[in-house]
């Protein structure tokens, strides 16, 4: 792999190697993961914010590790997002970077902002290593750079015989294993009521304006003193309406 190719995050499969199928790399990509080593790799959730099947990242999230990620007074947390494009046998990823403070030894994370998103080539200095020792006995060095924790993926992936595409920019193709998840989600019931009640104030009001020259009809050539629901009936008609379209709503939110 030429060093153009490096820079950009484009990495060939190994020569001579038979691509394997998704599933076994998807198996082989999360058995990388050992209790000894600061980082995990996992599926991706719904609440995970990129179209992706696997995700890797430091265990900052996890209070066991505190001390061992405080004690390097690390001030950046870093995700990769693995998408697993079978047909192509090619694993697409973004990297994701976000801003981590420290507060009695428990970590923040600034989610409330988008977090850097793109290619990341970040390597750390002057941070006290951490060394891990692997059930086999070897002992790894971390100083918790991006390059530390895509290394061991992009030597799985291309010695599996697949190619490793980082992107710049854009969003991770669909289909993925967390776009599922959402589709499949159901809402909370709060979050339905919230469409219903959305639903039914939305087609009350469009309906009502839509028969806005009914009602001025009615009230053109209706006697002073004359009763009856017919001076309602725009009304009661858009209440009817809404109602229909918000049961419709609350039914496929419910799915």
Request: hydrophobic fraction near 40%.
């Amino acid at each position: 792999m030429s060093f153009i190719g490096r820079l950009f995050g484009r990495y060939r499969p190994k020569p001579g190697v038979a691509p394997v199928s998704a599933d076994k790399l998807k198996h082989d990509l999360l058995a990388l993961n050992r209790p000894t080593a600061p980082f995990i790799i996992r599926e991706c959730t719904a609440d995970d914010p990129e179209n992706a099947d696997l995700v890797a990242e430091w265990r900052m999230h996890n209070p066991a590790w505190y001390a061992a990620f405080g004690s390097a007074n690390l001030s950046k947390s870093f995700q990769v997002f693995m998408r697993l494009m079978a047909d192509q046998h090619e694993v697409q990823s973004i990297d994701w970077t976000w801003d981590v403070t420290w507060s009695g030894g428990v970590p923040s994370f600034s989610y409330q902002k988008k977090g850097e998103r793109g290619l990341n080539w970040d390597y750390v200095f002057g941070v006290r290593p951490f060394y891990e020792t692997t059930p086999s006995g070897e002992r790894i060095a971390y100083r918790f750079s991006s390059s530390e924790l895509k290394k061991p993926l992009h030597e799985l992936v291309t010695g599996s015989g697949w190619s490793w595409r980082s992107r710049l920019a854009g969003r991770l193709p669909h289909g993925s294993h967390a776009e599922e998840l959402r589709r499949h989600t159901p809402l909370s019931a709060r979050s339905r009521w919230i469409y219903v009640a959305v639903a039914f104030v939305l087609s009350f009001g469009i309906v009502n304006e839509l028969l806005a020259p009914i009602s001025i009809m009615i009230e053109t050539r209706s006697m002073p003193g004359s009763g009856g629901i017919l001076p309602y009936f725009p009304m009661i008609l858009s209440a009817i309406v809404a109602i229909i379209i918000a049961r419709v709503v609350h039914v496929r939110v419910s799915r």
